[in-house]
């Protein structure tokens, strides 16, 4: 496709920012108007950039993974490795509350042939193994970590029911599973 102008690709940007702040608040119902007005565009731009409301998930979905790649990465340079842990972990919770918003659209999308879950199949797991692995031969965290124990028990979180403290309880959860993670540790 052809490059977008500096202006449309600003206008498409936001579109995808607010899309995702509002599935993750409203769900996949959220009003594409809503965010149409709060990204400072028109529908009409809206529908220009993405012509369904699952297009607009998957993008917004396919975002949301590279954020939260790329923010492995970063924590990893900048933090201890069991802090950056930690902290790519509480990002976790933001991207399974976008998640839950997009459920019903993603799983439309699974009867697609949208390339969208072969494209990041694997990702994120594999950027939590690389923190973990990290944390482990720092040995600030236990050196018998699975990494697919500690996903599967960040998953679980996606599956607590959807209540106003939500979130705040989702951060309590991993501040525990950290603490049981950094539990007889060498470092």
């Known amino acids: 496709p052809k490059p977008l102008r500096a202006d449309a690709q600003r206008n498409r940007d936001k579109l995808v920012e607010v899309a995702a702040q509002a599935f993750?608040?409203?769900?996949?119902?959220?009003?594409?108007?809503e965010i149409a007005k709060r990204a400072g565009v028109g529908i009409?731009?809206?529908y220009r950039h993405f012509p369904t409301r699952e297009h607009l998930v998957e993008v917004v979905y396919r975002r949301e993974v590279e954020g939260l790649c790329h923010a492995a990465g970063e924590l990893a340079q900048l933090h201890p490795a069991d802090v950056a842990l930690e902290l790519w972990m509480q990002r976790f919770v933001d991207y399974i509350a976008t998640k839950r918003g997009l459920a019903t659209s993603l799983r439309v999308l699974l009867t697609t042939?949208?390339?969208?879950?072969?494209d990041t199949s694997g990702r994120?797991?594999?950027a939590m193994?690389?923190?973990?692995?990290?944390?482990?031969?720092?040995g600030k965290i236990r050196?018998?970590?699975d990494a697919s124990d500690v996903m599967h028990a960040l998953g679980g979180i996606y599956s607590a029911p959807n209540t106003p403290d939500w979130r705040e309880r989702s951060g309590r959860l991993v501040k525990l599973?950290?603490?049981?993670?950094r539990?007889?540790?060498?470092g």
């Open 24 to 33: 993750a608040a409203d769900g996949v119902d959220a009003s594409l108007e």
């Open 44 to 46: 009409g731009t809206l």
């Open 113 to 118: 042939n949208s390339t969208l879950f072969s």
């Open 124 to 126: 994120v797991s594999g």
């Open 129 to 138: 193994r690389r923190l973990i692995e990290a944390a482990a031969a720092s």
């Open 143 to 145: 050196a018998d970590v």
């Open 177 to 181: 599973l950290m603490d049981g993670l």
């Open 183 to 186: 539990f007889g540790a060498k």
